[in-house]
């Protein structure tokens, strides 16, 4: 296949390997007002930005019948959890090397994230690998009108590099951040690692367009 006009990366669970800590901090929130979260739930709460998660699991509380946390009082508990966890994630199998992959051959990147910038910032620490990605789209960002599962971030991040989002591969590992990609009209490639146990038990269908990967080191950039 010809090289794509550009790579668009999701970071959390694609890149570094943050969603069980992610899964933990809403956990744990959740029980602090009463409510254990399920597979299901927490698996549906991949991909999206802080602020939509957070209404997500006041939604959730309410109908098992608990007292309704404010936004800022949900976050007030999940926030030092996240914050505590998320510095210690690991990069996911092969991600250097795909970065550094695009990089000898010239192939524009971007990073399409659900999360806030300054959570980025916590989480990249540790990855000085990670700055060779400098165009980025931010789940607070203030030109977004909508975040993932709309189409939104990778329609804006294929702008800000000068291409169309028909040509450019993303990369991604929750559906909704498959539903924002495969919407702007990206060609999806799909990380499912087999120690993801979440999506495992849930037997989790992807749409016949995507290329599924089980490690990203599977993805070839030809010459």
Do not use: N
Not at 4 to 21: I, K
Not at 45 to 54: F, P, Q, S, T, V
Request: aromatic share 4%; charged share 20%.
């Amino acid at each position: 296949m010809p090289l794509p006009a550009a790579c668009l990366f999701d970071l959390d669970g694609l890149l570094l390997d943050t969603e069980p800590l992610h899964s933990e901090a809403w956990q744990q929130a959740a029980q602090r007002f009463g409510l254990h979260l399920t597979v299901e739930q927490l698996l549906a709460l991949r991909g999206r930005r802080r602020l939509d998660c957070a209404e997500q699991v006041r939604r959730w509380i309410g109908q098992a019948g608990q007292v309704v946390p404010s936004v800022e009082e949900l976050l007030a508990v999940r926030q030092p959890i996240a914050e505590r966890l998320l510095p210690s994630a690991q990069p996911m199998p092969g991600a250097i090397a795909l970065i550094a992959a695009c990089q000898d051959r010239g192939v524009p990147m971007a990073m399409v994230t659900s999360s806030s910038r300054t959570a980025v910032a916590l989480k990249e620490a540790p990855h000085p690998w990670l700055a060779a990605i400098s165009v980025r789209v931010h789940g607070d960002d203030p030109a977004l009108a909508a975040g993932k599962p709309a189409p939104d971030p990778y329609r804006l991040a294929a702008q800000r590099l000068g291409v169309d989002p028909r040509v450019c591969w993303a990369f991604e590992d929750s559906q909704a951040g498959v539903q924002s990609a495969l919407a702007a009209g990206c060609l999806v490639h799909v990380l499912v690692p087999r120690h993801d146990h979440v999506a495992a038990e849930l037997g989790l269908q992807w749409p016949s367009s995507c290329r599924l990967v089980e490690d990203l080191s599977e993805v070839v950039l030809a010459d």
